[in-house]
């Protein structure tokens, strides 16, 4: 994972790195900078002192262009004296640029006639020299801004303004593979969500974002709960890679995939000989997850006879290999999800108590993508529609209208994936100029579950295990056989349908 360092370096520093190294060394590390879902404002704050490293300047700001309403905003600079600075397009040397995607390079801003000091005023800094670059998407679609003020020595000059173009450039490219990517033919991006690959701005979403963003710096227990389908991986991924644990690796153990006799092993690693064919002594995925992260996906699946050993190393870090007599110790932060209610397997005795609780010392409620607004619906859609259009290398095709209407008024059952799902159908199938409703082969059916109401006919005799088999059976054969289209269908895993059919 590559290390970034937040302060830029002293000007003793800059004589032992080259400028020329440090900016190679920059344009090489962008695209890894922005692939990762991090934090956008503080991802893009280191981003910036790079960038002043680099060109051995005071001062680097990159400013993004809102759609909403044309305006330059600086969410993203080394300001200590302010948290953000607006700029309309067309004012001063930043607006001058946004308005015309010129480049420009001042040598002495004062007597620049552009130039308007009023930032300066703001900050109590002093602005002598200047260069700034504009920012284009692949579409030539204006994004921002990137500007550095105030050469180290003398003036910026020819080859700085190679430099900065380029890298110009290559921040269009990045951004066009995040969330921050431009809007159809609009100017500038829209400036919504705070993760760079996770994409949402409705109401829904505002308290996952605030429970993320108050947990990922801490070691704290999260738990993810929601349907299948609504991101849980994609946020885990959100939490390690926003921790101080983003340079320990993120292990994920799926739950729902892992035969009973196994899930120990799985876990916790066994010695030469522990079992019939184990042959060697093989590590388990605790211990593969020291100093990072482990997402335990589908926690509600972990056996009973498990859950206490978790629960022991939840308290303690403490565990065993299989078939090993020393007490090992990882030094690692759990991050776990569900799609079932754990307090009501609590209840049912089919989940500890005790484990339950030490799970959900962080508790975070994924929305289904119906409790989600049309326009989260939209965005995620064109989203998956620009990122399948590039895998396919086809031309990225427009929503028709009647397609929107279709999508927002479909009711999602498998959630976000379903949506991916269906707009990766649209690209490949898709021969017109845009994407009609007939290209995104919803299944407009009404849910199996609410066909119940002509009713299921189930024997009083049976026990309570009997009439849920009964009814999974039911439900399978509505669903023409389809497992995983029935697990979803009644909010259970895999494993678990397996166990009622069986």
Known sequence: MLKLSPLAPSCGEFNTVSEGERKLELLLDLGAMLAREVELDELLKVFGERVASAMAADRATLWLVDSRNGVLRSRVANLPELDELSIPSGQGVVGHVALTGTLVNIADASSDGRWAPETDRKTGYQTTSM???????????????????????????????????????????????????????????????PFNHIVGSSAAMDSVYRNILKSAGTDATVLFSGETGTGKGLFARAIHVNSQRRDGPLVHVDCTNLPASLVESELFG???????????????????????TLFLDEVGELPLSLQSKLLRFLQDRNFERVGGQETLVADVRIVAATNRSLADMVDAGEFRSD?????????????????????????????????????????????????RRALTAHRWPGNVRELEHCMERAVVLTHGTQIEPEDL???????????TEEGILVPR????????????????????GNRSATARELGISRNRLARLLD
């Open 461 to 480: 005799s049976l026990s309570l295990d009997e009439a849920s088999a009964h009814y999974a059976k039911r439900v399978l054969a509505e669903q023409d």
């Open 131 to 193: 260069l700034c670059a504009p920012i284009r998407d692949d579409k030539d679609n204006l994004m921002g801004v990137v500007q550095v003020l105030n050469k180290a020595r003398g003036t910026f000059d020819e080859r700085d303004e190679a430099f900065l173009t380029t890298l110009a450039n290559q921040i269009g490219r990045a951004l066009a593979y995040t969330t921050l990517r431009g809007a159809g033919d609009e100017r500038g991006i829209p400036l919504r969500g």
């Open 355 to 403: 484990l339950y609780y030490r799970l959900r010392i962080i508790d975070v409620a994924l929305p289904a993508l119906r409790d989600r607004d049309d326009q989260d619906i939209i965005a995620l859609a064109e989203h998956f529609l620009e990122r399948c259009s590039r895998r396919y290398n086809r031309p990225q095709l427009p929503l028709s209208p009647n397609a």
């Open 441 to 451: 082969g919803l299944d407009n059916r009404a849910p199996a579950a609410q066909h």
């Open 270 to 292: 066994h010695e030469r000989g522990a079992y019939t064919g184990a042959e060697a002594r093989v590590l388990g995925k605790v211990e593969r997850a020291d100093g990072g």
